[in-house]
């Protein structure tokens, strides 16, 4: 695995940093209208448990069985994150909104809505899989995480969380 870096440029127009700060809201506010599925990345450091709320997921490949995920630079889970370490990515319900909640802040760490069997799962989840580090890849203000899929759980029934608008919300029926 190499550490790979892409740098990006605000092309607001020749604008000062006012502007050009402007410009990176007008983005984030369009960004916030992508809906997105809710996920928890998480992995263990000795006893403690790190993890972040993530929507930035998706599946890269099934052959093999590859899936990436985009953190903030300042995610308490990215440190953990490097080659070959072992870790979990779970898929949240309608119904877990609050653990949602519970993983947004930059540091958060926690056991107890956690299956820990061998990586930590959030308990019930619409999806559960047990992932191993592939590659990083820095892009900008965030590390993109490429990894195997080693196992898959979860209900697998019912409806998924979505993050849309800033805001939790639900598929409609």
């Not at 870096?5 to 809201?25: L, M, P, S, V, Y």
């Not at 898929?91 to 299956?115: C, H, K, W, Y």
């Amino acid at each position: 695995m190499t550490d790979r870096h892409i740098r990006g440029t605000i092309r607001a127009g020749a604008g000062d940093a006012g502007e050009q700060d402007a410009f990176r809201e007008h983005v984030r506010e369009a960004m916030a209208h992508w809906a997105s599925g809710v996920t928890i990345v998480a992995a263990n450091d000795g006893a403690m448990v790190h993890a972040v709320t993530v929507t930035a997921f998706m599946s890269v490949s099934l052959d093999p069985p590859l899936v990436l995920v985009g953190l903030g630079g300042n995610a308490s889970v990215l440190p953990l994150l490097t080659p070959d370490t072992r870790f979990g990515i779970s898929v949240l319900t309608e119904n877990q909104r609050r653990t949602a909640s519970m993983f947004t802040d930059p540091a958060p760490i926690g056991r107890e809505v956690f299956d820990l069997t061998d990586v930590p799962l959030v308990k019930d989840a619409l999806v559960a899989l047990t992932c191993s580090v592939e590659d990083r890849l820095y892009v900008g203000d965030h590390t993109l995480v490429v990894a195997n899929v080693a196992a898959v759980g979860g209900a697998m029934s019912g409806r998924p969380l979505i993050r849309y608008a800033r805001e939790w919300t639900t598929l409609a029926r």
